[in-house]
T-cell receptor
Framework: DQQVKQNSPSLSVQEGRISILNCDYT??????FLWYKKYPAEGPTFLIS?????DKNEDGRFTVFLNKSAKHLSLHIVPSQPGDSAVYFC???????????FGKGTKLSVIP | DSGVTQTPKHLITATGQRVTLRCSPR?????VYWYQQSLDQGLQFLIQ???????AKGNILERFSAQQFPDLHSELNLSSLELGDSALYFC???????????????FGPGTRLTVL
């Protein structure tokens, strides 16, 4: 049973436009959410996170939105750059734990 | 560079064999985590150690074991290897070094294990 779901395996976006990556979760015990970016042959790189007490967190071109009632979060990248092309993983941590549960990832391709 | 190192980068071995994967966490981080990434399962949490003690267990097989040493490096031991154990194995660490929040895990480059 997948507790963190990324329903889009891939996404293509023009350079300069907005990329929106989506993630849904089922476990209501999750209270901290993270996004990681992964290039081939490298480990995941932490991008941005959000606590369940917030609904938005921004860091430069990256913004994460959390809708707790819908159990949904999204990552916005504005403007998208070719270097953003990678696989993006959504991850969640339940309260009182440090165990990350990952989605299966979305491959983002930013077209110049 | 996350500051987490893993060795070896690649490992090729035969079924039935035993291997040891090594991880050095970021300087100052007390927690170490191991994850397995296979093609069909995605990234799966295996086990967590904190300052030498096992803290949490995930989907780790009985044939696998881990430990964290006094210098905080960790080893993941995989025994009686099967074809299905072929995967990428990642180590991550967390702590408040560099102003990071404790929930943020920093990943090493991984060890690619191929079982023939």
């Amino acid at each position: 049973d997948q507790q963190v779901k990324q329903n889009s395996p891939s996404l293509s976006v023009q350079e300069g436009r907005i990329s929106i990556l989506n993630c849904d979760y089922t476990n209501s015990m999750f209270d901290y959410f993270l996004w990681y970016k992964k290039y081939p042959a490298e480990g995941p790189t932490f991008l941005i996170s959000i606590s369940s007490i917030k609904d938005k967190n921004e860091d430069g071109r990256f913004t994460v939105f959390l809708n707790k009632s819908a159990k949904h979060l999204s990552l916005h990248i504005v403007p998208s750059q070719p270097g953003d092309s990678a696989v993006y993983f959504c991850a969640a941590i339940p309260a009182g734990s440090y165990q990350l549960t990952f989605g299966k990832g979305t491959k983002l391709s930013v077209i110049p | 560079d996350s500051g987490v190192t893993q060795t070896p980068k690649h490992l090729i071995t035969a079924t039935g064999q035993r291997v040891t994967l090594r991880c050095s966490p970021r300087s100052g981080d007390l927690s170490v985590y191991w994850y397995q990434q296979s093609l069909d399962q995605g990234l799966q949490f295996l086990i967590q150690y904190y300052n030498g003690e096992e803290r949490a267990k995930g989907n780790i097989l009985e044939r696998f074991s881990a430990q964290q040493f006094p210098d905080l490096h960790s080893e993941l031991n995989l025994s009686s290897l099967e074809l299905g154990d072929s995967a990428l194995y990642f180590c991550a660490s967390s702590g408040t070094s560099g102003g990071a929040a404790y929930n943020e895990q920093f990943f090493g480059p991984g060890t690619r294990l191929t079982v023939l």
